[in-house]
């Protein structure tokens, strides 16, 4: 017997549309109805960021609700483009649709696709064609990476695009040699302007090194910086415990309590 799940999810969905339009409806929530494509932009990127931490701590119950709040983003920005007859929800969710079928064709069409990594380089080759097809394709292949994202996203795609077009080293020992290479030049550079270049450069082959392991490098800085956080406040609330302050307390003092700190994180896995 077939689920009734989707048809409730698709109910539910509904009914969000539904709050989302009355809230903007004359007479609405005044705040709701003060808001403008630019003005939610914050806000969606506030709700993806804590849809990535609720992931990192693996706090399925906020997950749960972040979710909900990260596709009421989605709503709100569709019902303010109703509002002026530039689109719908309806369209977005025909788009997706419509994309998801198009870009499986080993699922939903006769292609086959035996690796996840088949499945990647098949979906770019469809991409591509849609946006020839669209007359939108970029003039030179980096050209389809956008400027205004994050540097180490941007680094991510144009490093996998021009890889996907064989640019690109052969092995990961390779990358290791290349990061050795960028180390030492970074130690031999000594005006500022230099120092900048050798370090992106550096920065930019630990991000090529995050692709050949399979690694995506901003999860990776996330966790970390989770980590450098939770061992800080470690190291912060024993000084405090001992009558102590960050500001009165030696470097030495600081790393006996980091050390404690790791102790109890591995002995606690």
């Not at 003005?39 to 706090?59: F, G, H, M, N, Q």
């Not at 064989?166 to 970074?186: I, P």
């Amino acid at each position: 017997m077939e689920s009734n799940e989707p048809r409730q999810a698709g109910e539910k969905f509904t009914r969000l549309v539904e709050i989302m339009a009355k809230l903007r409806a004359p007479g609405g929530c005044p705040w709701d109805l003060k808001q403008t494509f630019d003005s939610i932009k914050p806000y969606t990127l506030e709700e993806t960021y804590e849809v990535l931490d609720a992931i990192d701590a693996r706090d399925w119950d906020g997950l749960k609700e972040e979710l909900g709040d990260f596709m009421l983003q989605a709503v709100f920005f569709a019902q303010m483009a109703s509002e002026t007859n530039l689109f719908k929800i309806e369209d977005s969710l025909d788009a997706i649709n419509e994309k998801l079928v198009r870009r499986h064709p080993h699922i939903f069409g006769d292609a086959t696709a035996d690796t996840a990594d088949d499945v990647k380089k098949r979906w770019d080759e469809i991409k591509a064609e849609e946006k020839t097809s669209a007359g939108k394709a970029p003039a030179l292949l980096l050209d389809g990476v956008s400027r205004k994202t994050p540097a180490l996203v941007e680094a991510q795609q144009i490093a996998s695009k021009a890889a996907g077009v064989g640019f690109d080293w052969d092995n990961v020992g390779q990358v290791f040699d290349k990061l050795d290479e960028e180390v030492a030049e970074l130690r031999a550079a000594e005006d500022p302007s230099a120092i900048e270049d050798e370090l992106g450069d550096m920065l930019f082959v630990i991000v090529n090194l995050a692709r050949f392991m399979k690694v995506d490098p901003e999860q990776a800085l996330r966790r970390t910086n989770a980590k450098f956080r939770r061992r800080f406040g470690f190291v912060e609330s024993t000084l405090a415990a001992q009558g102590k302050n960050l500001a009165d307390s030696t470097v030495a003092e600081m790393e006996e309590c980091w050390q404690q700190a790791k102790h109890a994180e591995k002995t606690a896995k």
